[in-house]
């Protein structure tokens, strides 16, 4: 009896097997990629993400796990490298007249879209007249909002003509959210082409991507490897078993992490200093914070140094609105004297803006990433030292973004990515009308000093203006900058010449070769 | 019989239409607005609209509700508002994974339960009692991700083994996904069998205790004819009701051991989904939970008939 017991349970569960096969996939090319590559011996790098890519159209699509696979796929007109200067990507080189109001790039030519035809000066017409249209709702839109309008006069030039002088349109231009994309393409989530160093392969939603080589791409001797493939892994401690064992050959990987793996054979952790920053944010509409003396006291009475030491386990650096890694912008924290931590001060501060018993309060911040839950952890305790009682609230990472956009928050825990250009840091955050400035903050003479920047020619009198700009916007406290992490990947032995940084990881990757 | 199983096939219809309603108000009730989470603390508020506006978020709710359910009665789930990717395809080849996945983890954990369970009942109050019960009491209390965290950490450390990376299907390359699954599998095991071995301890306890057991031994049978011949059967009924609300829920995706061990099951899916407000995907995927938790509940009931020929429906 009990026999047929089981027969018939393996007998049902049989059964059941194969009536679903039919959605699974079978006689797949790629599932064996390995063995594949050994018999050809052409190398892959093997790297593990820790989400799926959420769409692949670069005008659309700002997620990072999107970004790092798309970036590979398309080239901009320009790129940055290492120390973040803009240098020729698809355009060899530009002009800027005299008056600042018309820029000509040259592009390079024979460059081939992967699809076999050549890329023109018509495309990134399109392209621009792609991000520029209100209906694509492109992230880069207002990147580009003094742009008047786009001339391709033959094949290999392009014109654009703009409103104002704008500094910081060369930087934009090397976004990748202003990937030059062919104009036949009508769905880019559907389809992904390109000029980049990799051509989308396959894609297996929650499992990988896999990117080939461009064997026509038109920087000589790059990328190195024959394929990358990005290995979908959303645990840590899968991604760290995975690189010991060698299974995969590079990840990102926390700070905490990146100690762990110290000891270990045939891993190096690579860091480098991000252009992410952690902030306190203020809504300076809201009593009591309309007051700047009150937003001043928050300032003297958080120790930015322990949620350096806490938070980040001492591998973060102090920043202000401009993190350190924009080398040449970003003012020396030195220079903002409420960075230091005064209990007394802020004590004083607080008794003068008539609240000597501190206050009640609420910090907000997203439950999805420990880091902000820890960094609103320390300020309550930092807090709580000058009488003000904060009580946090996490929020699910879709009803955070919904708190952060309503303007009506009290405190709120978040990261911000300062971009490359000191225009984005800036204007966009913080100006009256910028579209990232939920904080209800207004100064006029800051608004005017972010807009005289922006048309300034003059290098020299641009970096006066924006010292100047970095040390208000600090004083004022609309955020408190905290602190700026530094970024880890564990890298295999047998990768070598991936050197990450805050560039971008796809050059790291397209100069990555992988030992045979 | 047949017209028994027609009947609950028929209720399945205003059960799907109560779920198909609950979810769509309590997704749409849940703050958080896909178009912003796509794009993200960055986005101009132009980009929200225009991605709302393509996703098709700016039309009434009724209006959405209905374009679904129309969708639906013709077998169509819709597509994902993120990726564009048509969604019963993509519920269908994760299902198929979560449902290998499960099966094993299932015979896995079975096989150790209900032989322990017996054993203890058997010999009831002795040691290997105490210790079967004392495991059972550890499995039940130890979280599966702590489980298949040490596993995978401790193999891959101290013995360098790490599952194959890609997902490949039973049927496909028995070999290679046998050690894929066999982590998450045991992980999932070790879980479902303390609940399986403690239900089938007591079971066998109070079989035992039947006058047509001591019946059964006053003839003269030895000790394992009569629990396997006699008692198993008769005891299989709650057995086999905890077993299928384990499978009926663990068919519906176990997303911590999906999750630990990157198993692309359809736990993932629908939380990914959750995470985005990608609407039609988690509509669409916690539908097809339902189907598939109600299916086996009426697969148990058939079973029961086939335990005990007492029961007529």
Same mark, same amino acid.
């Not at chain 1, 990072?64 to 696979?69: A, E, H, L």
């Not at chain 1, 202003?178 to 082409?193: C, G, H, Q, R, Y």
């Not at chain 2, 002795?126 to 105490?130: E, M, R, T």
């Given at each position: 009896m009990k026999k047929r017991f089981i027969a018939s349970l393996f007998l049902s569960a049989s059964l059941l097997l194969t009536a679903c096969s039919g959605g699974g996939s079978s006689a797949d090319p790629a599932k064996n990629p390995d063995s594949q $590559?050994? *018999?050809?011996?052409?190398?892959?790098?093997?790297?593990?993400?820790?989400?799926?890519?959420v769409g692949l159209d670069p005008h659309k699509v700002p997620a990072? %796990? %999107?970004?790092? =696979?798309y970036s590979l796929v398309y080239d901009s007109l320009t790129k940055l490298d290492d120390n973040m200067s803009v240098v020729p990507a698809l355009a060899d080189s530009w002009k800027l007249s005299d008056d600042g109001k018309t820029v000509t790039f040259k592009l390079h030519e024979g460059v081939k879209f992967h699809n076999g035809r050549e890329m023109t000066s018509d495309d990134v017409k399109y392209s621009f007249e792609r991000i520029l249209n209100p209906d694509t709702g492109a992230v880069a839109k207002s990147y580009f909002s003094s742009v008047d309008a786009i001339e391709a006069p033959d094949k290999y030039t392009v014109v654009f003509k703009l409103k104002t002088p704008d500094a910081a349109f060369l930087a934009n /231009?090397? %976004?990748? !959210? $202003?990937?030059?994309?062919?104009?036949?393409? /009508?769905?880019?989530?559907?389809?992904?082409?390109?000029?980049?160093?990799?051509? @989308?392969? &396959?894609?297996?939603s929650g499992q990988y991507v896999l990117l080939k080589k461009n064997p026509n791409y038109f920087v000589e001797g790059m990328p190195k490897v024959d394929s990358i493939k990005f290995q979908i892994m959303k645990d840590e401690a899968e991604r760290l078993a995975a690189i010991r064992t060698g299974k995969v050959d590079l990840t990102t990987v926390s700070a905490d992490s990146a100690k762990l793996l110290e000891s270990s054979k045939n891993v190096t952790i690579k860091n480098y200093q991000s252009m992410e920053y952690s902030y306190l944010g203020i809504n300076v509409a809201k009593k009591p914070?309309?007051?700047?003396?009150?937003?001043?006291? =928050? %300032? !003297? $009475?958080?120790?930015?140094?322990?949620?350096?030491?806490?938070?980040? &386990?001492?591998?973060? *650096?102090?920043?202000?609105?401009?993190?350190?890694?924009? /080398? =040449?912008? $970003?003012?020396? /924290?030195?220079?903002?004297?409420? !960075?230091?931590?005064?209990?007394?001060?802020?004590?004083? @501060? @607080?008794?003068?803006?008539?609240?000597?018993?501190?206050?009640?309060?609420?910090?907000?911040?997203?439950?999805? !990433?420990?880091?902000?839950?820890?960094?609103?952890?320390?300020?309550?305790?930092?807090? &709580?030292a000058v009488g003000i009682n904060a009580e946090i609230k996490q929020l699910e990472w879709g009803n955070y973004i919904e708190t952060w956009k309503s303007k009506d928050m009290d405190l709120l825990v978040g990261r911000n990515t300062s971009g490359v250009d000191p225009d984005r840091s800036l204007r966009f955050f913080f100006s009256s009308e910028g579209s990232a400035n939920v904080w209800n903050y207004s100064n006029a003479k800051f608004d005017e000093l972010v807009q005289k920047a922006l048309e300034a020619t003059d290098q020299t009198e641009r970096k006066k203006l924006y010292d100047e700009a970095q040390k208000l916007v600090v004083e004022d406290a609309p955020n408190l900058f905290l602190a700026s992490p530094q970024n880890f990947y564990a890298v295999s032995d047998k990768v070598e010449g991936f050197t990450p940084s805050a560039a971008g990881e796809v050059y790291a990757l397209v100069k990555a070769s992988v030992k045979k | 019989m047949g017209r028994y199983i027609l009947k609950r096939i028929v209720s399945l219809i205003p059960i799907v239409f109560g779920i198909s309603v609950?979810?769509?108000?309590?997704?749409?009730?849940?703050?958080?607005?896909?178009?912003?989470?796509?794009?993200?603390?960055?986005?101009?508020?132009?980009?929200?609209?225009?991605? #709302?506006?393509?996703?098709?978020?700016?039309?009434?709710?009724?209006?959405?509700?209905?374009?679904?359910?129309?969708?639906?009665?013709?077998?169509?789930?819709g597509v994902s508002v993120h990726t564009g990717q048509a969604i019963l395809p993509e519920i269908l080849k994760r299902f198929a994974i979560t449902l290998q996945l499960t099966l094993f983890g299932a015979i896995i954990g079975w096989s150790i339960a209900i032989p322990l369970g017996i054993l203890s009942a058997v010999r009831v109050h002795?040691?290997?009692? +105490?210790l079967v019960r004392v495991t059972a009491m550890l499995g039940i209390s130890v979280p599966n991700f702590a489980i298949?965290?040490?596993?995978?950490?401790?193999?891959?450390?101290?013995?360098?083994?790490?599952?194959?990376?890609?997902?490949?299907?039973?049927?496909?390359?028995?070999?290679?996904?046998?050690?894929?699954?066999?982590?998450?599998?045991?992980?999932?095991?070790?879980?479902?069998?303390?609940?399986?071995?403690?239900?089938? #301890?007591?079971?066998?306890?109070?079989?035992?205790?039947?006058?047509?057991?001591?019946t059964a031994r006053a003839k003269g049978n030895n000790q394992w004819t009569v629990v396997i011949g006699h008692a198993l059967r008769n005891s299989s009924i709650?057995? +086999?009701?905890?077993?299928?609300?384990?499978?009926?829920?663990?068919?519906?995706?176990s997303v911590i051991v999906e999750q630990l061990f990157s198993i692309p099951g359809l736990g993932q899916y629908i939380l990914d989904g959750i995470y985005q407000r990608d609407y039609p995907v988690v509509q669409g995927g916690v539908l097809f939970i339902a189907l598939v938790f109600v299916l086996v509940n009426l697969l148990v009931d058939v079973i029961y008939t086939w335990i005990d020929p007492r029961i007529k429906y």
């Open positions: $590559a050994g *018999a050809t011996g052409s190398t892959q790098l093997v790297i593990a993400a820790d989400q799926d890519p990072v %796990s %999107s970004n790092r =696979i /231009t090397a %976004s990748a !959210y $202003a990937s030059i994309v062919p104009k036949e393409v /009508t769905d880019l989530n559907k389809e992904a082409v390109g000029t980049g160093p990799f051509e @989308l392969e &396959k894609m297996e914070f309309d007051d700047p003396r009150v937003r001043q006291a =928050i %300032s !003297y $009475a958080v120790d930015r140094n322990q949620l350096v030491q806490t938070v980040w &386990k001492g591998q973060a *650096a102090l920043t202000g609105p401009l993190s350190p890694a924009q /080398t =040449i912008w $970003a003012l020396d /924290t030195t220079e903002y004297p409420s !960075y230091e931590h005064n209990v007394e001060k802020a004590k004083q @501060l @607080l008794a003068e803006a008539g609240l000597p018993n501190g206050f009640n309060t609420v910090i907000e911040t997203a439950s999805t !990433y420990p880091d902000m839950i820890e960094t609103a952890q320390v300020l309550q305790q930092q807090l &709580k | 609950l979810v769509f108000t309590i997704l749409h009730l849940v703050p958080g607005d896909p178009a912003s989470i796509m794009l993200g603390t960055n986005a101009t508020p132009e980009a929200v609209k225009a991605l #709302r506006q393509s996703m098709g978020l700016d039309q009434p709710l009724v209006t959405q509700y209905l374009h679904w359910m129309g969708g639906l009665m013709q077998g169509d789930f002795s040691s290997v009692d +105490v298949g965290t040490l596993l995978l950490l401790g193999l891959s450390l101290y013995f360098g083994w790490f599952p194959p990376i890609d997902v490949v299907n039973f049927w496909e390359n028995p070999v290679e996904a046998f050690q894929v699954f066999v982590l998450p599998a045991v992980t999932m095991g070790i879980v479902l069998a303390a609940g399986v071995m403690r239900m089938t #301890r007591s079971a066998f306890l109070e079989t035992l205790d039947k006058d047509f057991i001591r709650p057995i +086999v009701t905890i077993a299928g609300m384990q499978i009926g829920y663990l068919l519906g995706g």
